[in-house]
């Protein structure tokens, strides 16, 4: 489990299932003061029922389904993914909350009922803004590694070595400039290798002389857990820049646009950028 996967929009969707579960224990109806022979039930007393499956633990339930898709997308239920699954469980939640306290009739609702359709709107409405607005996609947590690689000899970004559109622009890893002709800004010199880059069919050294840079893949491939489990984070797509910030032997350790890290295995074919 990498929480280097969660983004802000986890953040908000957690946040609301702390919310729903705490508020499943407060009064779901106010009854007011009507003596020590009645009391307030809470979402977990048989009088509310079915509050509890059909607005708390299907709220709960969407955000747990939500962030352990971050942590195994690949992985489906009846043909439909985990994050489907949680998306549609969570507009349930928030639908059925919205409803039982508009109808309920003479009975005042109660703390419990009044923070659970707020946590229940929170968590629908983080799951569906999630797609839609940048800010809530950035990571959860600050990445330890590069988010920009620096141009050569104190260069701007965008402007050096490794970057789309630089002077490496779709060469394949691992390749060099050609003989002859009179080298342009940040090529080498016939001969020899670019800073940080190895000659062609040799493999880059790891650590210190390993440079970041950007790259395509050419067809879509998985991205594994540092850690060396078996199922993937996340998968690579062709047309998207990625970002490798270690070596790791023959496989890279890359970065995604939405800040997860992982190890590519194959490497064969991919496109500086």
Request: with cysteine.
């Amino acid at each position: 489990m990498n929480i280097r996967s969660l983004t802000r929009g986890d953040g908000v969707v957690i946040t609301a299932a702390v919310l729903l579960l705490i508020a499943s224990f407060l009064n779901f109806y106010d009854l007011g003061d009507c003596g020590r022979y009645c009391s307030s039930p809470s979402a977990w007393s048989t009088k509310t029922f079915p509050a509890l499956p059909s607005i708390f633990l299907a709220g709960i339930i969407a955000a747990a389904l939500i962030v352990g898709s971050r942590f195994v997308p690949a992985r489906k239920v009846l043909g439909i993914s985990l994050e489907q699954w949680g998306t549609a469980l969570s507009l349930f939640a928030a639908w059925t909350a919205l409803w039982t306290i508009l109808g309920g009739g003479s009975v005042d609702a109660g703390a419990g009922q009044i923070l659970g359709l707020l946590a229940a709107l929170l968590l629908a409405g983080g799951v569906v803004a999630a797609a839609a607005v940048p800010a809530l996609q950035a990571p959860l947590v600050n990445q330890a590694g590069p988010q920009a690689v620096p141009g050569p000899y104190g260069a701007g970004p965008g402007q050096g070595y490794g970057y789309p559109g630089g002077p490496q622009g779709g060469q394949p890893y691992g390749a060099q400039q050609p003989y002859g002709g009179q080298p342009q800004p940040g090529q080498a010199q016939p001969g020899q290798a670019q800073p940080g880059q190895a000659p062609a069919g040799q493999a880059q050294p790891a650590g210190g002389d390993f440079a970041p840079f950007w790259f395509a893949v050419p067809v879509a491939r998985p991205l594994f857990p540092e850690d060396g489990s078996g199922s993937p984070i996340a998968e690579l797509t062709p047309g998207t820049w990625y970002l490798a910030v270690e070596q790791r032997g023959a496989a890279l350790v890359a970065q995604t646009q939405d800040g997860r890290r992982g190890v590519l295995q194959d490497t064969s074919g991919i496109q500086r950028g």
